[in-house]
C-alpha cells in the first residue's frame, strides 16, 4: 500500500466527521430505512452528548452501605424523561412481531444498541435495557391479557423493572433441563421451592416481578416439557434475596445480580406464562434475540474503547523512548487490529440481526451463535488492549475500561459458555459430513476416470 | 444453547443440499442479481464436478525437468473450452467499468471466485486467473487501441498469458517509489536495465507479455511521477529469466515465479502505458480489485479445507482414545471455529466487494485494506487446522492442502506485507484523533457541569 | 504416545503426594540446600492448612466503608505469631547481600514465594508481603544508622508498613526521569510538592513511612542525577491521601493503592537515602528483586487457579452433553497447556533468581526481564481458563479466581508496561546485528569458495 | 525498565562474543563438565564454520529426477571425516546407558544438539542423524551380538544408513495397537504383509536396514503384547519402496520420506529384535530420547532464523515508512518475543534432558511430552515471523526459512499429535484431582472453623 494511496483516504477522511448513519457499513446500508438512519443520529447525539456525561453521575449517585440497594440515581428519570420526548424509547422490539414498540427492524435496533452500548446509562433511558427487553418480549409474546396489563404495561412504561430467574447454583445452568427448583400445584397456587442466581437486576429496588423457570413435571418423559415459567411478584412470602453477586470487584448496584432463595413461595396458577410444560418454548424464544441485544452493546463497548485508546494515544504528555505513544509501531498496529476486528464482529452482528428479521431466531441459530461467540472475545482483547495502554489509568476508576471490560467478561458465560456453543456449532457444522464425503468420493473417482481418458499417470506415485 | 435449539437446526439443515447461491450470506443477498445467482451455482457445478477432478489431471500432465516450463498440461484447454460454452468466462471484469466482461458486479464475481478458489484449474479455466485478471484490467483501462488489439484482444480470448513485473529484489517492494529498474528515452525505444522478481506466471511457455514497471525520471521532484509502465513482449533481446522461485519448495509450474534480468532491452516507446510519469497512477488503479480476488479464492480454499477437515473427522479407521475424530471435542471446536472465522472473512470481503461496486477502489481503500490482512491469516489457520488434522496425509500430496497453505502464506507477503497494511490502517485511524479528544473533553466538561446541577460530588475521590 | 506409556507414569504419579521439595524441577533442585527444601515444605504447609483457610477470616474482618481504611483484620497477627514460630519470618533477604534475613538464596526464596503466592495473607504473615521487601532491602542496603534504627527495625520486626511513591498521574511513569514532584533544599528541611498514585498499601492505617521519590536537581545535565529518595513519615503535615484507586472494581482494602498530594511539606534533610541526586541508583537496586518476587507469587497463584480448575472440572454435579466435564476434550487440553505453561514460566524465574544469585540484579537484567514479561501473561491466561471453566461462580466472590486475576493484571502495567520491557529486549538483542551479519557473509563467502572447490554450481539459477 | 538499566547490559554485552559454553543457561549451567563444554564450543565452531557452509554444497550437490534417490551429495563424506578428526562422533549415545558413544549426558548432548539443528547436514556429520540414532539405541540396548555386528557396528561408523518402519497409512499412527503389517512365523522365516509410510531416511541409497513394527500375534488378548519388531535388510525381495511422500513441496532427496509395500517378505527369524512379543517393549524406549533430539534441534533452527531476522531488520538498504526496519516498534517485539520464547523453550528441554539424566525416558515422561509439544510451536512462530521479515525471500530458497519452517512442521505430528499428547497430559494432570478436591474441602471446613473462632460472619451474604 502506497503512501498516495493513503493520501487520498487521507483527503476523503478529512472532511466533516461521519453520523452514525454514515458509518453503516455499505453491505447493510440498503436494508435501513430513512428513519431508522434519522433515528440512528438521533441516539447517537443523545448517547454522546446527554447519556455518556450523565453516566459520571449514575455512578457517583449509586448509595453506600445498604443504600445500594435501596436506592437507584435519580439522574435516569431525568434521562428517560429526555427520550420519551426524543421518541427514542423501546426501540428494541422488533416491527414484525411486536406492535408496542418503536417499529424498528433488529438490523435498525441493532445499529442503534451499538451506540447504547457507549454508556452506562443509555440502554436503560430508552428503555432498552435487559433483562427488561427480553422480559417484556416473553409478556408481549407469550402473556394474556391480564398478565401484560400487570406486568408488560408498566415495564413498557418504564415504571417498574423485573428479572429473569433461571440459572442456579451447583448445576450446568447452560441446559435447561437441569433446572431444580420445583413448582408443585396446589390447588389454585404453586408452590415453589429452590435456588436461584446470577438473577440480574434483582437488586434494583423498581424491580417489581421475577420471571421464573421450574420444573412442574420432573417426570414427564419428554425432558423438554418438564419446565414452566411463572411469574412471581417480588417481595412474595417466601422469597429471600441472599445475596449478590460480584462481577471481579464490580456489584453492579443498583441492578445486582442476586442469588434468590425459594422456601415454600405460593404463587397464583394463574400467573403460569403460556401454560404448564411450556417453560422450554419460552426460554427458546426469548434468548436468540437477547444475545444479539448484548453483542450489539458489546460493538459500541469495542468502539469507545478505541476512542480511548487513540486519545491516549495522542496524549503528549506520554512519551516513551523519547517519542509520543502514537508514533510508537505496536501501538499503531493495536489501533488498525482493532479497527478490523470491532468491523468484522459488526458484520457477523448484523447479518444475524438481518436473518432474524428475513426469518426469526430459529431460523437464525447459526448466526446468533456466532454473534455471541466472537464478539465478546472480540470486545475484550480491544478493551484489555486499551487499558494496557493507559496502564494504571486504565485498571482503576479513571476511565471506563476496566468495568466494560468487566461486564463483557461475563457474557462469554452467560446463556451457555462459549465452549458448549462451540462444540455445537461443530456439531451442526459436522453434520454436513456425508454430502462432504460423498462429494470427495465421486471427485475422486471422476478423477480417475480423467487420468485414464488422458491417458496420464497420477503423480507422486515412484 | 439447549438441545431442543438444534433439534431445530437439525431439522432446517437436513434437507437437500444447499445451492451456491443459497449459501450467499443474507446481508448480501439482496445486492445479488438473479441472473448472478443462476451463473454462481453453473460456477459451482462447474468447479466441484469438472475442475476439482480435473486439478489431478493437471497436476500428473506438469512435465519433469525443464520440461515443466516449456510445456504446459493440455486439460487446461478442454477446461476452458468447457467453461466458454458454459458462459463462464471473464467474469471479474466489473460490469460498471468494464464492457468487455461477463457484466457481474464485483460483489457477485466476488461470490464466484470464491468457488474458483477452491480449485487449482478454475481461476485460469474461465479466463479470471491472476495475473492476468489485473493485467487485462490495466490493458482495458488505460492502454491505447493499439495495445489493446495486440495484448488485451488474445488475453480476453485466453489465447496468450501475461505478468506484471514490479516488484524487485534487495529493495523494500512494498513501496513503488523504491523501484530502480531504469528506463531510458532513446529515440523511439526506451532502454530498460535493471532486474525483476516474483514476476508470477512468467514461467509459464504461454506467457507472451510483461507489464514492467520502471522508472522513467529517477529525479522528478515529486516521487509520484518518477514511474512508468511499459509492455515488453517476451523474448525481447535482453530479457533473461535467470531463475524461478520456490514458495516452501512448489516451484509452481507451468505457472512460475521468476527472476528476470533486463540488460539494454530495447522496447519502443509506443509500448509506455497511459503516458511517461504515470506508473503510480496505473499501479493503484490495479492494486484495489485485485487484492479482493486473492481474498475471495482465498475464502473458497478455507472452505475446501474445512470440506477436508469434515470428511478426515469422520473417517471411521481414524480413532484415538477409543472414540471417532468426530466425537474428539478439540477436533469440534477447530471446525466451529473455522466456520465462524470464514464466515467473518467473507463478510469483510463482500462488504469490501460492494463498497467497489458503489464508489471505486480508491473509495473502498479501507475495507480492501481490512480484507486484504484479514483473509489469509484466517485461510492459513482453518488449513493448518486441517493438516494437522490429517496429520502424514495433510503436509504431503496426499490432499490439496499443504500446497493451498503455501499459497496462500504468500498473500500475507504480496503487494505489501501485513504490517505495512496495519500500520496504515493504524495512522488512517489515528486521524480521527482531533475529533475524539475533542469530544472526551466535551464530555468531561457536560458531566462536571452535571455533577453541579445536580449537587452530587464526584465518587471515589476520598 | 501410547496408552501404556502412561500407565507407566500413572503408576508413578499414583503414589503418596510430592511434598513441596519434590517439587522443584529437577533442573534447580541441585542448587537447593538441604536446610531450604525443609523450610518449602514448612512453607507449603503453613500456607496450605493455615494461610489459605485464614485468607476466608482476614476476607471477612476487612470493614465496611470508612472502617475499610482505619482498621485491618486482626487475623493477620495470629498468622504473624504463628510464621514467626515456624521460623519462617523475613525469608526474602538474600543470604548473599544481607545478614537481617532467614539465610536463603534467591532461588530458594523464589520457590518459597511461589507457594507464598497462592494466599492473599502468606506473605504478609511471613513479612514477605510487598511493598515492605523492596522498601526493607533499601533501607538495609542504602540507609543510614539512624534510619535503620528508626523505620528498618520495625518493618523486619513486622510492626508497621510503608509505601513506595514513584509513579505519578498524567506522565509516562515507566521512565523515572519523566519525574515531577519537587523537592528543594531550604535549610535542613527538603520542601516536597507534587503528586504520587499507586501508592501501593499506603491505605493501611500501619503504613508509617513512604519512601519518595522526588527531583530535587531537576535542571542537571545528567538526567539520571536529577532524582534523589527520601523518607517522610505517614502523617507530615501537608501530605493528603485523596482516594483510593480501584483495580477492576476491587479497592484491595486495607492495602489500597492510593492517591497522595504533597503541599509544602517540610521533611528533615535527614531523611534522605544514600545522598542527594542518588535516587535512580536507588530505584534501580530495588526494581530487580521485586519483580521477581511478584514473577514468583503469579506462579503460585496461576497453580493454584489450575488446582481449582480441575475441581471443578471433576464435580460430577456439573454435566454437558451429557459427559462430566473431566471427559471433554477441550478442558483437558486446557488443563495440560495450563500445566505446560506454567511449568516453562516458572523456568524463566527460577533461571533469573539463580542468576541473579551468581551476579546480581544488573547481571540478570535480561532474565529478569524476560521473567517480567512472561510470567504474568502466563498466569492470566491459566487464571482466565479457570474463570471460565467455572462460568458465574469463577466471575464472582465465590471462587478466589477473579481477585486473583485483576491482580496480576496490573502486573503487565506496574514497573513499565510488558512492551516498553519488550521494546528494551528487541533493542538488546538486536545489538548483536554487527556479529550476525558479519558471521552470515562470512558463511556465504565460505558457501561460494567450497562450491568452487566441489566444481558444483549453486542450484536454484535456472 | 530504565535507560541506565540498559546501558549497563549495553556494556556487558558489547565485550567479545560469547563462546557457546558462556551462553548455556546459568540454570543448566552446573550440570555441563568442562569436557562437554570444550566441546560444545566445538560443535558450535564446526556448525559455523564448515557445516552451514556446506549445506549450500549439500543442497546443490543433489541430483536431479531419479539421481535424487540414487546418488547422495559428497560433500558429506568430507565433512564426516572432519568431525571424526574433530572428536565430534556419535555424540548422542548417552554416557549412563551406552559405552559406544561419546561418553556425554543427555543434558550435554542437548547443548549440542541445539548447535547441530542450525544446519542441514551437521547431524548426519556428526553420525547424530534422525533416525539412525534411535534406531543405534535400539540395537544398543536390545540387539543380540550378531544383530549388533551387522547392523550397529556399521551403523556407528557411519557406513550405512537405517529408516524405521512404524506408521502407517490409512490408521490413526499415533497408537502403536493400531498397527496392521502381519508377520506370520514360518519356520526360520517371518513372512511380512503390509504398507509403510513416512519411513524416513528410506529414499537414500546407502539406506540398508529396516526397522519393522507388525504384529505377529494379533490376537492376543494383551494389546501390548501383538507386536513384534524384525530387521529386514533393504533390497529383500518383496519389498517395493512405491513412492516418496513430500513435505509441502520438498521431497528432502536424499533422504526421503518413503511409502514402502511388504508382499510375502521372507525375513529370517533370527532377525526379531528381543523377542516375539515384545515391539511395545523397544517402541518405548525408543521414542523418548529422540523426541528431545528434536526439539533440541529445533531451538537451534529457532536461534538461527532468530539471526536471519536480525539480519534483515539491519539491512539498511530496507526502509519502510522512511525508516529502517530495526527501527520499527513491531519487529522489535518480534524480536524481543523470540528471544523469550527461545529461551523458555530451551530450558523446557534441557529440565527434560536432565530428568532422563536422573532417572531414564520412562522417568521423565512428563517432561518430555512438554518439550514435545512446546517446541516445535515455539521455533514455527519464530521462523514464521523471519519469514514474514523477508518477505518474498523468505518463502523461496534464499534463505533457510522456508525449509526449516517445513522440517520442524511436520514435528507436531509426527510420534503422536500435539492434541493427542495434549489429552494425555490433561488426563495425567487430571490424576491429581482427587487429592485437590480433598484438600479444597479440608480448606473449606478450617476457614469455617476459623470464622466460628473468630466470631465472625463470612462475608459477601446479604
Aim: net charge positive; glycine share 8%.
Amino acid at each position: 500500500m502506497s503512501k498516495s494511496d493513503f493520501s487520498q483516504s487521507l483527503l476523503a477522511s478529512s472532511g466533516k466527521p461521519q453520523t452514525a448513519a454514515d458509518q453503516i457499513p455499505i453491505i447493510a446500508r440498503f436494508a435501513v430505512s430513512d428513519r431508522a438512519k434519522e433515528t440512528l443520529n438521533l441516539v447517537e447525539k443523545f448517547v454522546e452528548e446527554e447519556c455518556i456525561p450523565a453516566d459520571t453521575v449514575f455512578h457517583s449517585q449509586i448509595g453506600e452501605g445498604q443504600k445500594r440497594w435501596t436506592t437507584y440515581p435519580p439522574v435516569i428519570d431525568h434521562l428517560k424523561a429526555r427520550a420519551r420526548k426524543l421518541g427514542l424509547w423501546n426501540l428494541f422490539l422488533p416491527k414484525n412481531h411486536f406492535k408496542e414498540g418503536a417499529g424498528f427492524s433488529n438490523l435498525e435496533y441493532g445499529l442503534m444498541a451499538e451506540w447504547l452500548g457507549k454508556s452506562r446509562t443509555a440502554s436503560e433511558a430508552t428503555n432498552c435495557a435487559a433483562p427488561d427487553t427480553g422480559n417484556m418480549e416473553v409478556l408481549a409474546k407469550y402473556g394474556n391479557d391480564a398478565q401484560k396489563k400487570e406486568w408488560l404495561a408498566p415495564l413498557l412504561e418504564g415504571k417498574i423493572r423485573s428479572a429473569f430467574l433461571m440459572t442456579e447454583p451447583d448445576v450446568a445452568s447452560s441446559d435447561a433441563t437441569n433446572i431444580t427448583l420445583t413448582m408443585k400445584r396446589q390447588g389454585n397456587e404453586y408452590i415453589l421451592n429452590g435456588t436461584k442466581w446470577w438473577s440480574s437486576g434483582a437488586g434494583d429496588p423498581r424491580c417489581k416481578v421475577y420471571i421464573v423457570m421450574g420444573k412442574s413435571d420432573p417426570s414427564n418423559n419428554d425432558s423438554y416439557k418438564q419446565q414452566s415459567v411463572i411469574l412471581v411478584a417480588a417481595g412474595t412470602p417466601g422469597v429471600t434475596v441472599q445475596r449478590v453477586l460480584s462481577v471481579y470487584g464490580y456489584d453492579d448496584a443498583p441492578h445486582g445480580h442476586a442469588q434468590i432463595k425459594f422456601e415454600n413461595v405460593r404463587v397464583p396458577a394463574s400467573n403460569i406464562v403460556l401454560g404448564e410444560g411450556r417453560g422450554f418454548e419460552i426460554i427458546q424464544g426469548r434468548l436468540g434475540p437477547g444475545r444479539i441485544h448484548h453483542a450489539m452493546r458489546s460493538i459500541g463497548a469495542a468502539e469507545r474503547a478505541l476512542e480511548w485508546m487513540i486519545a491516549r494515544v495522542n496524549d503528549t504528555r506520554k512519551k516513551t523512548f523519547g517519542k509520543p505513544l502514537s508514533e510508537h509501531g505496536v501501538l499503531l498496529e493495536w489501533i488498525a487490529k482493532s479497527r478490523l476486528e470491532i468491523d468484522a464482529a459488526r458484520l457477523i452482528v448484523l447479518n444475524a440481526a438481518i436473518k432474524i428479521d428475513e426469518s426469526n431466531a430459529k431460523g437464525a441459530l447459526k448466526e446468533i451463535a456466532e454473534a455471541k461467540v466472537m464478539v465478546p472475545q472480540m470486545a475484550l482483547m480491544v478493551i484489555d488492549r486499551a487499558v494496557q495502554a493507559y496502564g494504571g489509568a486504565g485498571v482503576c476508576q479513571d476511565t471506563p475500561l476496566a468495568n466494560m471490560w468487566a461486564q463483557i467478561r461475563t457474557l462469554r458465560i452467560a446463556d451457555g459458555p462459549d465452549e458448549v456453543h462451540l462444540q455445537q456449532m461443530g456439531k451442526n457444522e459436522n453434520k454436513r459430513h456425508r454430502d462432504i464425503v460423498e462429494k470427495l468420493k465421486v471427485q475422486k473417482e471422476k478423477a480417475d476416470h480423467l487420468l485414464n481418458e488422458h491417458g496420464v499417470q497420477q503423480k507422486s506415485k515412484l
